[in-house]
Structure formats: C-alpha cells, structure tokens
T-cell receptor, first 113, second 114 residues
C-alpha cells in the first residue's frame, strides 16, 4: 500500500544551528501535507502544512518544502532551541479537508546545548 | 483556537473490563474526529474515523465490536475499549478536524491493562 516514510530516524543538531528533517512519500495523488511535533507523552502538535499546488511555505522559524517531482517533503527549523527536541512526523492526505492522514515513521530531533 | 482535550489522561484497568475515553473539541465544532493508537517508539496508526450522527468508519484490522465509537455531538467523540486485554495497552490519541481543514490532536490517553 501507499506509505509515507522518513530518510533519517534520528537527528542531532547543535543549539542555534538550523535543522532539516526529510520525508519521502509514495502516493503521487497526495494533495495535502502536514508536519507535526510530538513531545514525549503528549499528542502531536501542528507545526505547518502545505498543499500540493505550492512548493514552499514559511512559518515562524519553520519552512516546509515540497518537491512533487521526487515526492519529497522537508521541514527546516531555523536557529534550533532546546524546546525543539521532539519527534517530528510528516503526514499526508489525498485531499485538503476531512480526510484521514497517513503518518510517516517519525524522526527524533535532539538539540545539543 | 483549535484545542482538543481528552479524558482521562491515564487509566489502569483490569483485564476484561471496559474503558471509555472522551475526546472533546473545546472551542470549535468538529463533524469529523479521528482515533489513533500509538505503540512505544512507533508512529500513529489510524483506528477509525468518527462522524457526528453516523456510524464510525473503521480501518482494516480494527475490530468495531471491541473499539466502540460514539460521536453524539459536534464537540464530543468517545472510544470505548471493551473487554480490554494487556495487548490493548497503548497510547490512544484523538484528533478533530478544524474548519474542515487541518486535524488538531488531543493530548492522548495512556491505557494500561493489567
């Protein structure tokens, strides 16, 4: 079946540096993508989303890039802080709206003080 | 806006008993809510889609008679784990669809079945 996966299961970044988390998806029909942050023992927290008609979207300290040609999604976090340490999941959906999400395997980001 | 709560946050029960978990959208109405299960160090797996006023849609392999879902109002969905067994121990997370767009998640419920 279709799946969403990540290249790197763990990532360690020095505090203050930028981090990039990658995600490969296999469903070319996916129209909507979301990045979530999950801290230990908590539910996923929405970070940023992007629709397939865009290739870049920026938020506060975060940027999501979408490359539909190679079915690749990335999350860039600028000037990382200790509070950014968490597991990051990408998720995809066939449509923007009331559709179920398929989650990737997750990447654990550790910020080194 | 877009706050989702769950109750309880933790529950321990004996094998064979039933446990009810509530999911509420606090500041918005959600016609659709979702229930996920997450095992340690794993990703979220969708269990079912809960639609207000109609039957839930279960994912393949999820027993609808074991995981009862009721979405009686636009702000509340409940998941009841019936006759729970140790293998049902997991982290259960709900999400609600905000304005028909993005899913926002609750804080999760840790279930331990002894």
């Amino acid at each position: 079946g279709e799946s969403v996966g990540l290249h790197l299961p763990t990532l360690s970044v020095q505090e203050g540096d930028n981090s990039i988390i990658n995600c490969a998806y296999s469903n070319s029909a996916s129209d909507y993508f979301i990045w979530y942050k999950q801290e230990s023992g908590k539910g996923p927290q929405f970070i940023i989303d992007i629709r397939s008609n865009m290739d870049k979207r920026q938020g506060q300290r975060v940027t999501v890039l979408l490359n539909k040609t190679v079915k690749h999604l990335s999350l860039q976090i600028a000037a990382t802080q200790p509070g950014d340490s968490a597991v990051y999941f990408c998720a995809e959906s066939p449509n923007f709206g009331n559709e179920k999400l398929t989650f990737g395997t997750g990447t654990r980001l550790t910020i080194i003080p | 806006g877009a706050v989702v709560s769950q109750h309880p946050s933790r529950v321990i029960c004996k094998s064979g008993t039933s446990v009810k978990i509530e999911c509420r959208s606090l500041d918005f109405q959600a016609t659709t809510m979702f229930w996920y299960r997450q095992f340690p160090k794993q990703s979220l797996m969708l269990m079912a889609t809960s639609n207000e006023g109609s039957k839930a849609t279960y994912e393949q392999g999820v027993e609808k008679d074991k995981f009862l879902i009721n979405h009686a109002s636009l702000t509340l969905s409940t998941l009841t784990v019936t006759s729970a067994h140790p293998e049902d121990s997991s982290f259960y997370i709900c999400s609600a669809n905000y304005r028909g767009e993005t899913q926002y998640f609750g804080p999760g419920t840790r279930l331990l079945v002894l």
